[in-house]
């Protein structure tokens, strides 16, 4: 029998996930899949996963490269790339640079059709993940999850925003971590939540197999990944809509 991409671990306390997340409009679910499916899908990101970039630097972007336009990039191109963004962040402006593969982009192209990321896109908008989702944020209207997956290599973030897309039918984001099980804090990469001063109210780790849910918009951020950091903050993201 093929190794499923999305077992569900049955041992999830539903009813004390769905109190924190009442608590605090987040929460965090570890050991979210079976150890089997997680290890599959870590595999999918890890080997067979095509890396485009996402990046922005102030009014230049929201830029999204394909794996074969970020293969065709000069080193010039690269070099001035990394310099707006960087000039970006020390002023004012936006930016933000990560490695993504747009799973739900894919899937309406049909760029592999039935290949292994259509396959995960179907179990994310499956009633068991969806039933679950729905319980833990105690909101029955959630009816379909989009996809990407995301990549955080050295000297790559996301800073500070909201996910402020309220009237697409956003309510609630994850983050599906499949990072190493020994990730190091110092290596960055986290999931930071902070309140109207810049403070950090919370922030999660990179984890093997650990779903992260919350409401939105919320003040949140990736943290920069250092360059002495391992390749490998993968995740899958997205939001769960109400329509
Ligand atoms: O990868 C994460 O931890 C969060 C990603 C995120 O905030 C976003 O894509 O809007
Ligand atoms: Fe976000």
Redesign the pocket.
Known sequence: MPISLFDLNPALDRADLSRRFARDRRVQIRDVLTEDAAAALHRVLARDTPWGLAWRAGEDGPHGLDAGEVARLSPTERQATGERIFRSMQGRDYAFSYARYPILDAYLAKTNPDGPHDILLEHLNDQPFLDLIRTVTSIPELRKADAQA?LFAPNQF?PL?I?SHAAEGWRV?Y?LSLCREDWRPDWGGY?QFFDEDGDVIAGYKPRFNAL?LFAVPAL?A?SYVPPFAPVGRY?I?GWFRDR
């Open positions: 995301t996301l925003h996910d984001a983050v999931l992260s949140h990736v995740s993201t």
